[in-house]
Structures are given as C-alpha cells and as structure tokens.
C-alpha cells in the first residue's frame, strides 16, 4: 500500500467547475508527492454542440498542469454516467492501491484535505470497522463543541477516502439493499432517525427513477455496521449546488457558503458513534436542507401519530402509517415476537446452526456456535455460505446442521410442505428447527413481486404440516399476539411504540407469529 493514497477525480462537462477543483488541488500540501488520476466521462448518445464544446473544454483543462506529481487521464469515447464511472473507476484504482481519495470535478478542496484523509487512512488502516473518512462535514450548528474528529454510522461523499478491504462490500443491487434493509430492521437508522429519507434514494434507484452510488454504498456499508470518520470543520465545499452540479440543487440555500477549515488533526478516536453528532446532522438535514417540504410535512404527521397511537388505531383510519411493517418507525411487531421466541429457546441454537438470509438472530441469541451458516437460493448474497432451494432438498447437504433458524420464510414458498421436508432433510439427527410463519400479517409487496408472498397460516393447519414430517411427538407450537397488536402490525406501527405489556398478553384467536420448535428424531 502506498505512502499516498492515489487521487481520483471524476470530471464530464463543467470546465469552469474542473478548474476550480484542480486548483484547489494543486495548493493541498501533499500535491507535489501526490499520483492523480482522472477519468473523464464521454458524451452521452445524441449530446448537443453546446455539450460536445464543453466536453472539449473540460478536457483541455485537465491538461493543462502537472497538477500532481503524476497525472494520468483516462477519457472515455462514450458516456457511462457519473455512477457507473464511479464505480468502475473506484474499483479499478483501489484494486491497484489498496486504499483510494475521491473527488468529483465540483468538489473544492482545503489546503489540508489531502493531509487529513491521508492520516486517517493510515491511522485506521487496520480496523476493519472504519470503512470510510468523510473530509466533508454539513454545516451543523456549533460544530465547536464536537472533538476534531469523532465516528457516525453514515459516510459523506464530497471528499472521501477508503479502502480495498471495505469497498469490497459495495453492492450496487439496490433490490438486494433494500431487502436486507428491511430484514435487518435498521430502515429508521438508515434515515438518520427518520430526519432524512435516503431509503426513497434506493426506491428510485431500483425503479430506474435515479442513477446513483452514494446511496447504495451508505447502505452497503451500514448492512455491514462501519464506522465513518468526520472531521468537525468542513475541509470540502460543493460548488454544484446551483443546479450546475450532477444530481445536486440546494434549493433551501443550506450549504451555499459553506465555511471550509484549513486543517484537521488526526489522532485515534474511540471507536463508538458520536451521539451528538449524529443529533446536529440529523436536525440538520431535517431542517429542509434538501428535504423538501413533504417529508417534513410527512414527519410531522408521523408524529402526532405515534402521541395518539389508540386513537390511530380505533378509528380504524383507512391508510396505515407504515406499509414496510413499520420498519421505518422501529422494529416491527412480528419481530418482536421472532425475537422473544428465539430468546425462549437460545439453548437450542448451538453447534452448526444454519439460518436463512443472514447470520444475525444466530449471533445474537446463539449459545455454543460451533460454525455459523447462511442459506440463500441467490448466488448474489455475499453472506450466504450454501446456496440452494428448500423445496429441491435433494442438492442440499443431508445431516447439515445441529439447528435451523427459519424465520418467516414458508409464507413465500409456494410448495410448503416440500420446504418443510428441506428442513428435515438438512437437519442432523437430533438437531431442532426453530421455525417462525406469519399468521395475521400484511402482504409483502416486496416479496410478492420478487418470489411471491403465498401463505398466512392457522396454528391447526402449520401443526399438521410439520407432525406429516417429524412426527407428532417431536413438535411444538405456539403463538404470539393479539387483537391489539394484530391491528397494531397491520397499520404498520412499530414494537417500540407499543407499552409491552400490549404485546405480551396472547390470543389464540389472534396469531400474529406462529413458531415452531421442530425436532429430528435420534
């Protein structure tokens, strides 16, 4: 890995933009012994003179210094879009290098930046944690009381830095980010608390509405919990935001004459997010700096829903103030019950215990791991283990697992039952299913359009099913919920909103969750 980091810039069609960035650039202390490359993006299909003359222009300035040690230019023959060219160019030079500085042709840089990402880079080389160094910092009211550099659970992207081992973990598959979003509950962090609403960033992406990177990178990198360091003071400005930028118009005036600091010191800083800042970005963004009116309005709402959640609830109003389970709003209802069930039976969970999707319930309530298994039919989860169909047992490994964590899974197989015999089949002998199905439960949209939402089961019917495969003595079953928290769930209101005690008081009358506890004979 290099002493210094190899600068990217990104540039397409702003000269005057091109310019000023390289400038700045240029008087960064570390310029002179710096390597900068530059990919400059082609026209698109059918650009206009105007554009082809810029492009042109753009392309002489770039050339027009030594504005590094070395500079090397790439200029693409045809358009690939500012998200794609990050992307490709990112992967490219940080495969070379191991680590990488970004910047974008309307980034203006202090003359520290490139020390201060330099350092961090160097500093948190090793920890695998860290997965990204923002040099840009919003302009948050009383930026004096925050240390010089400190850790939030959110990158920005206006002067950056990471490294090969943590870009590994980009996924540019905005259907399988917002999967996992959803399935890890973490929908309202990655709203910033619900102060800023980034996960319509990912819907439009996966619409084909937008085009873009930087979200799908804050969501890969919160699925895997990294940390990203910020400096207090600002050491970037974005000089786009008059509308001349690619994706950016601050029609607020928010970030127009950002302050920029010279420098930043680096020094370690104890790994843990600052909740203080996270608060000042939060009321920040929430403050309209390109949020819009809406979701401000839409916020609002939310709550003075959430001070009225009985009378949202007996009035029976006729939208729900949720359609993702209220994961935008906290951890759903039907997850607070997997959640109690596999507490319940945490002492079943030990030895090789596969789980579908994901490893998170076997790492939280798991005793005695012996090894940890993800299942996934998609060769596209980066966290599955065995890829494979429960319904087509016959290619799955016989005798796998000493435990299988099932949750919510049935529901979206059409062949049902053939999926439970998976689950016997892959089980070793005397190994125990701990297996979750929905009962009273909103379609999954979601799901439906991708594999299909088919089931929602009756304890009777579920019991059956699996005594026809394990055998009447080696299932139990049980259920959660109630009518208060069935109409709670179908509303799309949150666990945390609900007092606990509405939760745990069970009617048969009602299952919200059904679990199973399904053991392999010996």
């Known amino acids: 890995m290099p002493e210094l980091a190899p600068i990217v810039l990104f540039v397409y069609n702003r000269p005057w933009h091109a310019l000023q960035t390289l400038e700045a650039l240029e008087k960064n202390d570390l310029a002179s012994e710096s390597i900068l490359y530059i990919f400059a993006d082609g026209p698109k299909k059918n650009a206009d003179e105007k554009t082809i003359n810029q492009i042109r222009d753009t392309r002489a300035i770039i050339k027009k210094n030594l504005w590094c040690k070395e500079v090397v230019i790439h200029e693409r023959e045809n358009n690939l879009g500012l998200a794609e060219s990050i992307i490709t160019g990112v992967t490219e030079i940080i495969n070379k290098y191991g680590n ?207 001070k009225n959640l009985p009378i949202s609830i007996l009035f029976n109003l006729q939208n729900p103030v949720s359609r993702v389970f209220g994961f935008d709003r906290g951890l759903p209802i039907d997850r607070f019950y997997i959640e109690e069930f596999l507490k319940t039976n945490g002492d079943k969970i030990h030895g090789v215990v596969l789980e579908i999707s994901e490893s998170v319930y076997t790492n939280k309530f798991g005793v005695g791991i012996e090894r940890s298994e993800v299942i996934d039919y998609s060769q596209s989860n980066p966290n599955a283990t065995l890829i494979g169909d429960l319904t087509c047992f016959e290619k799955l490994p016989i005798n796998f697992a000493d435990c299988f964590i099932c949750t919510q899974t049935l529901n979206f197989i059409y062949d049902f039952k053939k999926g439970i015999k998976g689950i016997y089949h892959i089980l070793k002998q005397g190994g125990a299913a701990l297996v979750t199905v929905a009962g009273i439960c909103q379609v999954s949209q979601y799901d439906a359009d991708r594999w299909g939402d088919y089931w929602r089961f009756n304890p009777q019917g579920i019991k059956i099913a699996f005594e026809e495969v394990f055998g ?51």
């Not at 009383?142 to 550099?149: H, I, V, W």
């Not at 996966?206 to 873009?212: A, D, F, H, M, V």
């Not at 939060?282 to 700096?289: D, E, M, T």
């Open 100 to 306: 990488i500085i970004v910047l974008e042709d309307d980034i203006v840089t202090s003359s520290g930046f490139l020390s201060y990402v330099n350092s961090a880079l160097r500093l948190y080389d090793s920890n695998e944690k860290v997965m990204h160094i923002s040099a840009y910092q919003y302009p948050i009211e009383s930026p004096q009381q925050l240390p010089s550099t400190f850790f939030v659970n959110i990158p920005t992207c206006w002067g950056w830095g990471t490294w090969a081992r943590a870009w590994q973990n980009f996924n540019n598959d905005s259907s399988y980010l917002s999967r996992e979003l959803h399935r890890n509950g973490i929908l309202k962090k990655f709203n910033l608390d619900n102060n800023y609403d980034y996960y319509s960033q990912i819907e439009q992406n996966e619409k084909g509405i937008l085009k873009t990177w930087a979200v799908k990178w804050y969501a890969s990198f919160l699925l895997k919990k990294g940390f990203s360091l910020h400096p207090n003071y600002s050491l970037t400005k974005n000089i786009g935001l008059d509308n001349s930028g690619e994706n950016c118009n601050d029609l607020s005036g928010k970030y127009l004459n950002q302050n920029t600091t010279a420098e930043i010191n680096v020094s370690q800083t104890d790994l843990k997010e600052s909740k203080l800042a996270r608060k000042k970005i939060g009321q920040f963004l929430n403050k309209g700096a390109n949020t819009g009116s809406v979701y401000r309005f839409r916020n609002s709402l939310k709550n003075v829903i959430r």
């Open 472 to 522: 009447k003595n080696n299932i139990e079953v049980k259920t959660y919920g109630n009518s208060y928290s069935a109409t709670a769930l179908l509303k799309g209101i949150a666990a945390d909103e609900i007092k606990r005690n509405k939760l745990t008081f069970f009617d048969k009358d009602y299952p919200v969750v059904i679990a199973i506890i399904a053991k392999k004979n010996v």
